[in-house]
C-alpha cells in the first residue's frame, strides 16, 4: 500500500493528473460564465430590451455612435515602412462619451483589405458634446514584402458615456 502511495504522489504522476483535470476547470468557468449570459438574454424579445455596458440599448448606442464622428482622416507616410493615418473624433451627441474604440482598416490599389488595426483612443478620460480629439496611429510593413496602403477607413466600434447626473446614475 506504502509502495502505490508513494507512486501516486510521483511529481510525474501529480503533473499527469493536473494535466489532465485541467481542462475542466478551464472550461466550466466560462461555460458558467456563457450559460448566465445567455439565460439573462433568453427572455428578452428585442434587443432594446438588453442593457450593454454603457447602459443604453442596442438602438440607443447605434443611434449615439452615429452621432460621433470620424473627421480629417489622412494616410501620411512616415517613413520607408510605417505609415500614419491622423484624423479627428468628433462628438456631436449630447452625451459625454468615453473609451472611445476605432477600427482602422488599410487597403490597397485594387480596394482589397490588407490590414485592420483596432485603437483604443486611452489618451482621453472623456469628450464633451462638440468636443472633438485629434488621433494618430502608426502601421509597420515590412518593405520588401508588403507594400503601403494606398487608402484607409476608419470607423468607430465601441464607446462609453459618462453619467452626468444622479438623475442619468439612476437610469
Not at 489532465?20 to 445567455?38: E, N, Q, R
Not at 478620460?125 to 514584402?145: H, Y
Amino acid at each position: 500500500m506504502q509502495k502505490i502511495w508513494k507512486v501516486l504522489n510521483s511529481p510525474l504522476i501529480v503533473v499527469l493528473i493536473a494535466l489532465a483535470i485541467w481542462p475542466y476547470f478551464a472550461i466550466l468557468p466560462a461555460k458558467l460564465g456563457v450559460d448566465s449570459s445567455y439565460e439573462e438574454a433568453k427572455g428578452r424579445k428585442h434587443s432594446s430590451d438588453l442593457n450593454l455596458k454603457n447602459g443604453l440599448s442596442v438602438e440607443e448606442t447605434e443611434a449615439l455612435m452615429a452621432q460621433v464622428k470620424t473627421e480629417n482622416v489622412r494616410l501620411v507616410t512616415a517613413s520607408l515602412s510605417s505609415q500614419n493615418v491622423i484624423g479627428s473624433v468628433h462628438n456631436t451627441s449630447d452625451k459625454i462619451i468615453t473609451e472611445i474604440v476605432l477600427t482602422i482598416s488599410f487597403y490597397d490599389e485594387s480596394g482589397e483589405l490588407m490590414d485592420v488595426k483596432v485603437e483604443n483612443l486611452r489618451n482621453i478620460q472623456f469628450l464633451r458634446p462638440g468636443d472633438s480629439i485629434d488621433f494618430s496611429e502608426k502601421r509597420f510593413f515590412n518593405k520588401e514584402k508588403d507594400s503601403p496602403a494606398s487608402s484607409v477607413f476608419v470607423r468607430l466600434t465601441s464607446l462609453g458615456i459618462v453619467k452626468s447626473s444622479p438623475e442619468d446614475a439612476e437610469e
